[in-house]
Nanobody, 125 residues
Framework: VQLQASGGGLVQAGDSLRLSCAASGRTFSRYDMGWFRQAPGKEREFVAAIRWSRGSTLYADSVKGRFTISGDNAKNTVYLQMNSLKPEDTSVYYC???????????????????WGQGTQVTVSS
């Protein structure tokens, strides 16, 4: 599957953005999806993930209550709605797809098989 992330941009603290990740392929619904981010000089970190089979979501503590991951199987697209953005949310955001993720692996980048190219989110103070 190929992933195309979009929707990043430059916003002010407190603003909102919605990232999209469009996936190619006919079996999109079998892939669990995740969002990760990486700021300059920092390691990649988990942001959010969704498991279609369980209808469950998982969030990093740093974004819980502000970010929402959702998806539209008909459009082969997963979204990351980001509200109340903070300067520390500034990063390149990547979407990823994996099969058969479980709670203990959803946060791990190595559990995902496919990655999008990333979209830059910059939050000014």
């Amino acid at each position: 599957v190929q992933l195309q992330a979009s929707g990043g941009g430059l916003v002010q603290a407190g603003d909102s953005l919605r990232l999209s990740c469009a996936a190619s392929g006919r079996t999109f619904s079998r892939y669990d999806m995740g969002w990760f981010r990486q700021a300059p000089g920092k390691e990649r970190e988990f942001v959010a993930a969704i498991r279609w089979s369980r209808g469950s979501t998982l969030y990093a503590d740093s974004v819980k209550g502000r970010f929402t991951i959702s998806g539209d199987n008909a459009k082969n697209t997963v979204y990351l709605q980001m509200n109340s953005l903070k300067p520390e949310d500034t990063s390149v955001y990547y979407c990823a797809a994996g099969v058969g993720l479980i709670l203990t692996t959803m946060r791990l980048g190595r559990a995902y098989d496919y990655w999008g190219q990333g979209t830059q989110v910059t939050v000014s103070s």
